[in-house]
Nanobody
Framework: QVQLVESGGGAVQAGGSLRLSCAAS????????MGWYRQAPGKQRELVAHITSGATTNYADSVKGRFTISRDNVKNTVYLQMNSLKPEDSAVYYC???????????WGQGTQVTVSS
């Protein structure tokens, strides 16, 4: 059974930083595009950052210049470095994996990020 396990969430003050990690197991990680999504209470889940199997990245406009997504194909892990955090970044952050060229996709269980002003 495929598992995506997020870690690194927590509470931080505005302007602070957090680094999220998502460790994948039971998939051929290098052929998966990976993404981080977030969902705040009462809002739809939205894409935050995405990295292809070839390490091409893209970001939501709201996080450009503050967040960085990266991947380690040896450790089967994707990271989200979040700097200059704002209260509006508060949400549950989910890891997502989609096999390149197919419809196979998986979600992690989510990790809470809370940014106080």
């Amino acid at each position: 059974q495929v598992q995506l396990v997020e870690s690194g969430g927590g509470a931080v003050q505005a302007g602070g930083s957090l680094r999220l990690s998502c460790a994948a197991s039971r998939i051929i990680f290098r052929i998966y595009a990976m993404g981080w999504y977030r969902q705040a209470p009462g809002k739809q889940r939205e894409l935050v950052a995405h990295i292809t199997s070839g390490a091409t990245t893209n970001y939501a406009d709201s996080v450009k210049g503050r967040f960085t997504i990266s991947r380690d194909n040896v450790k089967n892990t994707v990271y989200l470095q979040m700097n200059s955090l704002k209260p509006e970044d508060s949400a549950v952050y989910y890891c997502h994996a989609r096999q390149t060229g197919s419809s196979y996709e998986y979600w992690g269980q989510g990790t809470q990020v809370t940014v106080s002003s």
